[in-house]
């Protein structure tokens, strides 16, 4: 059974940085695209970034560039999200996804920004 769990979500100051992981079970972690969504109050679920299976090519959304970073550690299974200079704006559920056989989503981690 294929599970992405999410943590690392908090309350934070404008500016200031928070590192998210994503935690991948049931399935080959090391074959697969990951990716990071994030989906504010009202607003449609949004792509953040992607990385591709060995951690080589890596895109982010316009929106982050230069402030996000999108990494793997393929013998943890894990998924990070290095977040600098958080903006208000910046507030969501974050998410972890992949396409494995079918789209395969985490429960989320609440992000908030805000002084």
């Known amino acids: 059974q294929v599970q992405l769990v999410e943590s690392g979500g908090a309350l934070v100051q404008p500016g200031g940085s928070l590192t998210l992981s994503c935690v991948g079970s049931?399935?080959?972690?090391?074959?697969?695209?990951m990716s990071w969504y994030r989906q504010a109050p009202g607003m449609e679920r949004e792509f953040v970034a992607t990385i591709d299976s060995t951690g080589g090519t890596k895109n982010v959304a316009e929106s982050v560039k230069g402030r996000f970073t999108i990494s793997r550690d393929n013998a943890k299974n894990t998924l990070y999200l290095q977040m600098n200079n958080l903006k208000p704006e910046d507030t969501a559920v974050y998410y972890c996804?992949?396409?494995?056989?079918?789209?395969?989503w985490g429960q989320g981690t609440q992000v908030t920004v805000s002084s």
């Open positions: 049931g399935f080959t972690f090391s074959r697969y695209f």
């Open positions: 996804y992949a396409r494995i056989g079918h789209d395969s």
